[in-house]
């Protein structure tokens, strides 16, 4: 039986597509488990350390290829803490000779066999796709480096997006358990070193006990004791709200643990835990149907990379079912969203708070946009389905960069839109940078063709919610 890159991919690009990562990661391009290493960690410390120029490079020209990656804060209009602006504009470049209503005028098949599909619509590859793991912003690493003394730098790459197009830090903190206090994080990132301060008196016991455990470093893939980690000293690990800054996100991503080969495995981006009290599906691909069905695979998912072999070698965390798993989903089931004034109890702008342009996007959203179709206003903007958006109507399937082999996405699960210019890049994979772009691309992707003043009020309306 032929394997699935001998089919996808000549010989030529599978050899070049690896090159980067011959040395340090004699990883076959089609196998099922990770081997183990066959050199000393000093040795592909230094081979990965010599790479990382090449690697950092390789990658920032694909994002300045792909998008305007430029500071352009909107005016007036922050993140729900204060501290940071939200970007405004697209971001995503348009093919020479384009427009998007020209674009927006062909057909599918049309925009594949010219080849005119932005390529920042295209998935987005991870750092290193044939090494993967997890990859922190600068900001969580120093944060983490100064309250804690744990590192969370990894020697062979470096978190690749800019800061200006990445979620505030740290993160406010809202609790449906008490409303009335706001933000309750107090400006601070919640760690194990203050956690109990923070938040004494304002949560019970078992929330506090699940929040101790949602902050103790447990081993991970490439943060732990072992020879084949990707940090210089040996690891304590990695925690839940290390990427889950303050119970939202960082931008933290690593690989979807429910695909191979590794080629062909998808980059994910964290996504919040606000309003996890409402989904009743979590994972991108894996739909694990609780909280705590989350909370107790994570360990074995997105920990070590749904391998558990490797879990059971580096010393994986099984938190205990009825005890340890009830406490931290009892935590991470309290974490609101943020406050929308805007917005009347059933999720619908509020006449006489709204502008005129917000309540023309509402219009476009629950109508034309089609995007109240998955994200529905009753349901946290949500409908706890998986859809399959079948963009590979827009590409050839199989093309490769970066070591990434694009191959269909197939169903991914509705995000909630609440709070949503909170939460940048956007996509299960980043590859979004602005709501101005995911505005764009579900233009294109549904056919709505969307007048430009159509498009702008959306914007306006998602700026609400």
Same mark, same amino acid.
């Given at each position: 039986?032929?394997?699935?890159?001998?089919?996808?991919?000549?010989?030529?690009?599978?050899?070049?597509?690896?090159?980067?990562?011959?040395?340090?990661?004699?990883?076959?391009?089609?196998?099922?488990?990770?081997?183990?290493?066959?050199?000393?960690?000093?040795?592909?410390?230094?081979?990965?350390?010599?790479?990382?120029?090449?690697?950092?490079?390789?990658?920032?020209?694909?994002?300045?290829?792909?998008?305007?990656?430029?500071?352009?804060?909107?005016?007036?209009?922050?993140?729900?803490?204060?501290?940071?602006?939200?970007?405004?504009?697209?971001?995503?470049?348009?093919?020479?000779?384009?427009?998007?209503?020209?674009?927006?005028?062909?057909?599918?098949?049309?925009?594949?066999?010219?080849?005119?599909?932005?390529?920042?619509?295209?998935?987005?590859?991870?750092?290193?796709?044939?090494?993967?793991?997890?990859?922190?912003?600068?900001?969580?690493?120093?944060? =983490?480096?100064?309250?804690?003394?744990?590192?969370?730098?990894?020697?062979?790459?470096?978190?690749?997006?800019?800061?200006?197009?990445?979620?505030?830090?740290?993160?406010? =903190?809202?609790?449906?358990?008490?409303?009335?206090?706001?933000?309750?994080?107090?400006?601070?990132?919640?760690?194990?070193?203050?956690?109990?301060?923070?938040?004494?008196?304002?949560?019970?016991?078992?929330?506090?006990?699940?929040?101790?455990?949602?902050?103790?470093?447990?081993?991970?893939?490439?943060?732990?004791?072992?020879?084949?980690?990707?940090?210089?000293?040996?690891?304590?690990?990695?925690?839940?709200?290390?990427?889950?800054?303050?119970?939202?996100?960082?931008?933290?991503?690593?690989?979807?643990?429910?695909?191979?080969?590794?080629?062909?495995?998808?980059?994910?981006?964290?996504?919040?835990?606000?309003?996890?009290?409402?989904?009743?599906?979590?994972?991108?691909?894996?739909?694990?149907?609780?909280?705590?069905?989350?909370?107790?695979?994570?360990?074995?998912?997105?920990?070590?990379?749904?391998?558990?072999?490797?879990?059971?070698?580096?010393?994986?965390?099984?938190?205990?079912?009825?005890?340890?798993?009830?406490?931290?989903?009892?935590?991470?089931? =309290? =974490?609101?969203?943020?406050?929308?004034?805007?917005?009347?109890?059933?999720?619908?702008?509020?006449?006489?708070?709204?502008?005129?342009?917000?309540?023309?996007?509402?219009?476009?959203?629950?109508?034309?946009?089609?995007?109240?179709?998955?994200?529905?206003?009753?349901?946290?903007?949500?409908?706890?389905?998986?859809?399959?958006?079948?963009?590979?109507?827009?590409?050839?399937?199989?093309?490769?960069?970066?070591?990434?082999?694009?191959?269909?996405?197939?169903?991914?699960?509705?995000?909630?839109?609440?709070?949503?210019?909170?939460?940048?890049?956007?996509?299960?994979?980043?590859?979004?940078?602005?709501?101005?772009?995911?505005?764009?691309?579900?233009?294109?992707?549904?056919?709505?063709?969307?007048?430009?003043?159509?498009?702008?009020?959306?914007?306006?309306?998602?700026?609400?919610?």
């Amino acid at each position: 039986m032929p394997r699935v890159l001998d089919i996808l991919l000549p010989t030529t690009v599978c050899v070049a597509a690896f090159s980067l990562a011959a040395f340090s990661d004699p990883l076959p391009p089609d196998t099922t488990y990770r081997p183990l290493p066959t050199l000393p960690l000093s040795q592909v410390r230094e081979n990965d350390e010599a790479q990382k120029p090449r690697v950092m490079e390789r990658q920032r020209s694909l994002l300045e290829q792909r998008y305007d990656l430029a500071n352009r804060p909107m005016p007036n209009t922050a993140m729900s803490g204060g501290r940071k602006a939200v970007q405004e504009g697209v971001r995503v470049k348009l093919p020479e000779g384009e427009t998007w209503d020209s674009l927006g005028s062909k057909s599918p098949e049309e925009i594949r066999d010219k080849g005119l599909l932005p390529a920042g619509f295209m998935p987005l590859p991870h750092v290193k796709q044939a090494t993967g793991g997890q990859v922190f912003p600068q900001e969580q690493i120093d944060e =983490i480096g100064r309250q804690e003394a744990r590192d969370l730098r990894r020697f062979d790459v470096d978190f690749d997006l800019p800061a200006h197009l990445t979620p505030e830090f740290p993160p406010p =903190i809202f609790l449906t358990t008490h409303p009335e206090l706001g933000d309750v994080s107090r400006g601070e990132l919640l760690t194990i070193k203050n956690f109990y301060e923070l938040m004494n008196g304002i949560i019970t016991p078992v929330q506090m006990e699940g929040l101790r455990l949602l902050l103790t470093p447990f081993p991970q893939e490439e943060f732990n004791q072992t020879e084949d980690r990707k940090v210089a000293q040996q690891s304590l690990g990695v925690t839940c709200l290390d990427c889950h800054s303050n119970f939202h996100t960082n931008a933290a991503f690593h690989q979807t643990p429910d695909v191979r080969p590794q080629a062909a495995r998808f980059r994910l981006d964290t996504t919040s835990l606000r309003g996890v009290f409402n989904q009743q599906i979590h994972g991108s691909k894996r739909s694990l149907r609780s909280i705590e069905d989350f909370t107790e695979f994570e360990q074995r998912t997105a920990y070590f990379n749904g391998d558990h072999v490797s879990a059971t070698r580096k010393g994986v965390h099984l938190p205990d079912r009825p005890n340890q798993v009830a406490m931290m989903a009892q935590m991470q089931n =309290i =974490i609101d969203f943020p406050p929308a004034p805007k917005l009347d109890p059933f999720g619908r702008l509020d006449p006489t708070k709204a502008s005129e342009q917000e309540l023309k996007g509402e219009q476009v959203f629950m109508g034309k946009g089609r995007c109240a179709e998955c994200h529905v206003p009753q349901l946290s903007f949500m409908d706890n389905n998986m859809h399959d958006l079948k963009l590979e109507r827009f590409y050839r399937v199989g093309q490769t960069v970066n070591d990434f082999v694009a191959l269909p996405d197939g169903p991914i699960k509705t995000f909630t839109l609440r709070g949503i210019k909170d939460s940048p890049p956007y996509l299960h994979d980043g590859r979004l940078m602005t709501l101005a772009d995911t505005v764009e691309f579900f233009n294109l992707v549904l056919g709505t063709k969307l007048s430009q003043d159509e498009k702008q009020a959306l914007v306006a309306y998602l700026l609400t919610l």
